[in-house]
């Protein structure tokens, strides 16, 4: 059974005079116990609006959400049920994310406090345990955010999240803030909590690269749409959508060896005026004359497999893939 399961997710947002925008379009994605993974895509793809959809933050304006198999209750001001509380969230900035006017030790007691999880007494002894389990001290308990770096910080924030002894994690952008050393390191630490804690962790992020190196699967959203899933040695090595393989060609080479990555033409459009057809085909080399005016749906290639291109239907031999003359990709 899956963890933390969403389906045919929308979510649209009025606007006073002009189109609403529609920042999820029909996005499902699932996480299971022990597993990571990722959600990769451009900047205004719809990537964080899934996120806290997923977290029970929003609610979708279609569509559902179901955590532990029950559907997630309506987001509130009151506290959250209790079998809710094990669905936790981290967020982008460290920093404001976490109180500066607070001591670390308090503010990791808080979230053990409220949820009544253990006697005054025993709650210290658990704040030095959980910052032991993200790499730091037990004298961190005394200071403030602000004499931190961002890596601990974000291990900070990953603390306090792990303090409600949640079973799953969504966690948007936590490592774009950092620095390359940093976001390695957490990266390390967040594959091995997952490991050993057995978190199902749902990892969103615009960096292809790193998702690769935690992930043990990934889904592409474009526009608000899932395009392409599937596990992460199955999206590197043989992504099936032109948009995941653009992703990955546009990652440039630390040695600088190799081909020129291929920059990825254009803009992701406005949500609130998408193309029509496949959302992809203005910026898509490959493109039928079919994609411009009918979507494609997500279909299943094998198990763990899906995509949403004509490239990849039965139909798709019907058509010139390069009747739109827009060249190909790289490697074709």
């Known amino acids: 059974m899956n963890l933390l399961e969403l389906e045919s997710v929308e979510v649209s947002y009025s606007r006073r005079g002009r189109a609403p925008v529609r920042a ?19 900047s205004g793809c719809g990537k ?13 304006t279609a569509g559902s959400v179901r955590f532990e198999g029950e559907a997630l209750a309506t987001p509130s001001r009151r506290a959250r049920p209790r079998r809710e509380v094990r ?47 993200v790499g730091l001290p037990a004298t961190a308990i005394h200071s403030f955010p602000h004499q931190f770096s961002g890596g ?60 690769r190196q935690v992930a043990d699967r990934i889904a592409v959203m474009y ?7 599937g596990t992460t040695q199955q999206l590197w090595t ?18 600088g060896l190799g081909t020129k990555p291929e920059s990825l033409p254009g803009e992701v459009p406005d949500p609130a005026r998408p193309p029509a057809g496949c959302r992809f085909h203005p910026r898509c080399a ?5 994609c411009a005016v ?21 139909e798709k031999h019907e058509a010139n893939p390069q009747s739109l003359d827009r060249g190909a990709f790289a490697g074709d």
């Open 238 to 255: 043989q992504p099936r959508h032109p948009y995941t393989r653009a992703l990955i060609e546009a990652i440039p080479h630390a040695d």
């Open 152 to 211: 601990q910080r974000q291990r900070l924030a990953i603390a306090r999240a792990l303090a409600a002894e949640p079973t799953a994690l969504v966690l948007d952008e936590p490592l774009s803030a950092l620095d390359a050393s940093a976001q390695a390191q957490v990266a390390n630490l967040l594959l091995q909590l997952c490991r050993e804690l057995k978190i199902a962790m749902l990892l969103i992020s615009h960096d292809l690269a790193i998702v």
């Open 223 to 229: 526009l608000g749409l899932i395009v392409e899933t």
């Open 286 to 290: 490959q493109a039928l004359e079919r």
């Open 294 to 314: 009918e979507a494609p749906s997500l279909i299943p290639l094998d198990q763990e497999r899906t995509v949403a291109c004509w490239l990849h239907t039965p």
């Open 48 to 60: 964080s609006t899934l996120a806290r959809v997923a977290a029970g933050l929003i609610s979708p």
């Open 87 to 133: 669905l936790q969230m981290v967020f982008q900035d460290p920093y404001s994310s976490l109180n500066p006017r607070r001591r670390i030790g308090s503010q990791l007691a808080d979230a053990i406090r409220i949820n009544n999880l253990l006697p005054p007494a025993e709650r210290e002894r658990r704040v030095v345990e959980l910052l032991e389990q």
């Open 24 to 42: 999820v379009a029909g996005a499902s994605i699932d996480l299971r116990q022990g597993e990571i993974v990722g959600l990769v895509g451009e």
